[in-house]
């Protein structure tokens, strides 16, 4: 799993883990699968009220893919093009108005934004590679040192999380 900091992305120049204090503790991306232009993900959201999972679902287009959190009732067209921290705030701010309030809206958008540079959206038209499962939520990692770099690049992830061995990364 990857633990991260939800924040407020919605706000300009809030790119940074000090949006909002994480009251409960940090949020887990729990699992991404992905094949045949699909991609199913697990989130644990324990930072703001009561911890719950999380459903996120996508299915990978040309321009803007289809992300839905059916938990939510919620789905949006996410433009995976831009692999920038505008991507994040544009995420959020299509979640905002699908109907979600702001802390799910900029949960939601991180966990995508994590996910995408777990399963390398940005070249994944390019190269054809289908990776039937990135991890697990038995803590599996599948992916190679591009991909950690990646995920770990992210201002919102926590690469040094404890766990039951601390000289082990955190899944």
């Not at 990857?2 to 809030?14: D, K, P, Q, Y």
């Not at 996508?58 to 059916?70: E, F, H, K, R, T």
């Not at 994040?88 to 699908?98: C, P, R, V």
Request: with cysteine; aromatic share 10%.
């Amino acid at each position: 799993m990857i633990a991260f900091s939800t924040t407020n992305v919605l706000e300009a120049g809030s790119s940074s883990v000090e949006g909002y204090n994480d009251v409960d503790g940090p949020d887990f991306v729990l699992s991404v699968k992905y094949g045949g232009g699909r991609c199913v993900s697990k989130v644990l959201v324990t930072s703001f009220g009561v911890p719950r999972q999380l459903t996120v679902i996508m299915v990978l287009g040309g321009q803007a893919d289809i992300v839905a959190v059916p938990e939510l009732y919620s789905s949006a067209y996410v433009p995976w093009h831009s692999a920038s921290a505008c991507r994040i705030s544009e995420t959020a701010q299509a979640f905002l108005n699908a109907g979600l309030c702001e802390r799910s809206a900029s949960c939601v958008a991180i966990a995508v934004d994590i996910i995408y540079d777990a399963i390398d959206r940005d070249f994944i038209d390019y190269s054809g590679i289908l990776r039937d499962c990135i991890f697990t939520s038995s803590g599996m990692m599948e992916l190679n040192a591009d991909c950690k770099e990646r995920v770990f690049w992210n201002d919102h992830v926590f690469s040094n999380f404890p766990c039951v061995n601390e000289d082990e990364i955190p899944f």
